[in-house]
């Protein structure tokens, strides 16, 4: 029956059956620090019932003045200090200069600094009032500024006077203009088209590279002649209506 149990190639015949010695115990290296850790009043405070502390003892009540800041002691040099200079002969009031007066003192001092302001009494009911607010005092014709013009209306009359000024000049500047009509636009632009293009073809038949200063001039000039003629078309394309003056009637508006 046991053969039949334990099979050729089965686990158990891998087990030794001879009951050697036991191996030794594992023991950690931190045994003190775990035993340490695992004391069993790590968690007191999780135990059931009242926490066992020291009662307080009777002559620890609340006493008269305990909370209150206590001054530093002083030693024996100090009371002496102390000691001097209250014995010391103090100079007369009216030498100390600096001497702090009390608040009653300084209050009869200011009181008496004081200039009474003018007031109306109204004896009947008895009621005061100061002369300045109840409009009984020339206040207002008092002012070094009394009687003129406000700064304010002399900037709203200045830019009044402006406008109108701008006004003038541009009805004067219409009437010294006419109007462009449509077909002299219409010349003006394919003149300046085809100026452009004249000079343009004069700048593509420039050498690739420039030796001479009188060739980089030329260049030069030629550019700013057509960056000129662009402006003045993108002008006469832009807007319908142009005004020139009577000066520039036979040239380019």
Same mark, same amino acid.
């Given at each position: 029956m046991s053969e039949a149990i334990n099979a050729?190639?089965? *686990?158990? =015949?891998? &087990?030794?059956?001879?009951?050697?010695?036991?191996p030794p115990r594992y023991v950690p290296k931190r045994l003190a620090t775990i035993l340490l850790d695992q004391k069993p009043n790590k968690q007191a405070w999780k135990t059931m019932g009242p926490a066992k502390l020291e009662l307080p003892s009777p002559s620890n009540y609340l006493k008269k003045n305990a909370k209150r800041p206590k001054a530093p002691e002083r030693t024996g040099t100090e009371g002496i200090q102390k000691t001097s200079t209250i014995t010391a002969v103090r100079p007369p009031l009216h030498v100390r200069a600096n001497y702090p007066l009390s608040p009653i003192k300084r209050g009869v &001092?200011?009181?008496? =600094? *004081?200039?009474?302001k003018p007031s109306h *009494?109204?004896?009947?009911q008895t009621h005061k009032q100061l002369l300045q607010s109840a409009g009984l005092s020339p206040k207002y014709v008092m002012k070094k500024d009394f009687g #003129?013009?406000?700064?304010? %209306? #002399?900037?709203?009359?200045?830019?009044? #006077? #402006?406008?109108?000024? =701008? %006004?003038?000049? %541009?009805?004067?500047?219409?009437?010294?203009?006419?109007? *462009?009509?449509e077909d002299e636009r219409k010349a003006a632009l394919e003149g300046l088209k085809k100026k452009w293009h004249e000079v343009h073809h004069e700048y593509q038949g420039l050498p690739f590279i420039l030796y001479t200063p009188s060739q980089k001039a030329r260049k030069i000039h030629m550019e700013e002649q057509l960056t000129e003629l662009e402006k003045h078309i993108r002008l006469l394309e832009k807007f319908k209506t142009i005004y020139i003056s009577d000066a520039d009637a036979g040239g380019c508006p």
């Amino acid at each position: 029956m046991s053969e039949a149990i334990n099979a050729k190639g089965s *686990v158990q =015949d891998w &087990i030794s059956k001879d009951p050697g010695q036991k191996p030794p115990r594992y023991v950690p290296k931190r045994l003190a620090t775990i035993l340490l850790d695992q004391k069993p009043n790590k968690q007191a405070w999780k135990t059931m019932g009242p926490a066992k502390l020291e009662l307080p003892s009777p002559s620890n009540y609340l006493k008269k003045n305990a909370k209150r800041p206590k001054a530093p002691e002083r030693t024996g040099t100090e009371g002496i200090q102390k000691t001097s200079t209250i014995t010391a002969v103090r100079p007369p009031l009216h030498v100390r200069a600096n001497y702090p007066l009390s608040p009653i003192k300084r209050g009869v &001092i200011q009181t008496a =600094d *004081v200039k009474p302001k003018p007031s109306h *009494v109204d004896f009947a009911q008895t009621h005061k009032q100061l002369l300045q607010s109840a409009g009984l005092s020339p206040k207002y014709v008092m002012k070094k500024d009394f009687g #003129q013009v406000p700064m304010y %209306l #002399q900037q709203r009359r200045a830019a009044e #006077q #402006q406008a109108r000024d =701008d %006004l003038e000049r %541009l009805e004067k500047e219409k009437q010294a203009t006419r109007q *462009v009509s449509e077909d002299e636009r219409k010349a003006a632009l394919e003149g300046l088209k085809k100026k452009w293009h004249e000079v343009h073809h004069e700048y593509q038949g420039l050498p690739f590279i420039l030796y001479t200063p009188s060739q980089k001039a030329r260049k030069i000039h030629m550019e700013e002649q057509l960056t000129e003629l662009e402006k003045h078309i993108r002008l006469l394309e832009k807007f319908k209506t142009i005004y020139i003056s009577d000066a520039d009637a036979g040239g380019c508006p």
